[in-house]
Nanobody, 115 residues
Framework: QVQLVESGGGLVQPGGSLRLSCAAS????????MGWYRQAPGAQRELVAR???????NYADSMKGRFTISRDNAKNTVYLQMNSLKPEDTAVYYC?????????WGQGTQVTVSS
């Protein structure tokens, strides 16, 4: 079974950058659509970005031009580069793996954007 572990969260000032990592215990090479989601306090979990095995991506509108999702299939790792961070980006960020509707989730990593 796939186990996902996120890392790289922390405290950053507005306008700063963070790079999140998601390490998968099982091979995700050409098998899973990978994604990042986030959940702010009192809010629903929302999609941040997704990446398919072939490398195609999609982003939520508020992240376009600021966030970049990538994957290294040889390392079984997915990344989320976050630039120009805003206070409203503050949330717990979760890694997701999707194989034909079978979903796996990581435990989440906290991102706090504050001066």
């Amino acid at each position: 079974q796939v186990q996902l572990v996120e890392s790289g969260g922390g405290l950053v000032q507005p306008g700063g950058s963070l790079r999140l990592s998601c390490a998968a215990s099982g091979s995700i090479l050409m098998r899973y659509v990978m994604g990042w989601y986030r959940q702010a306090p009192g809010a629903q979990r929302e999609l941040v970005a997704r990446i398919r095995s072939g490398g195609s991506t999609n982003y939520a509108d508020s992240m376009k031009g600021r966030f970049t999702i990538s994957r290294d299939n040889a390392k079984n790792t997915v990344y989320l580069q976050m630039n120009s961070l805003k206070p409203e980006d503050t949330a717990v960020y979760y890694c997701n793996a999707d194989r034909s509707g079978i979903l796996y989730w990581g435990q989440g990593t906290q991102v706090t954007v504050s001066s």
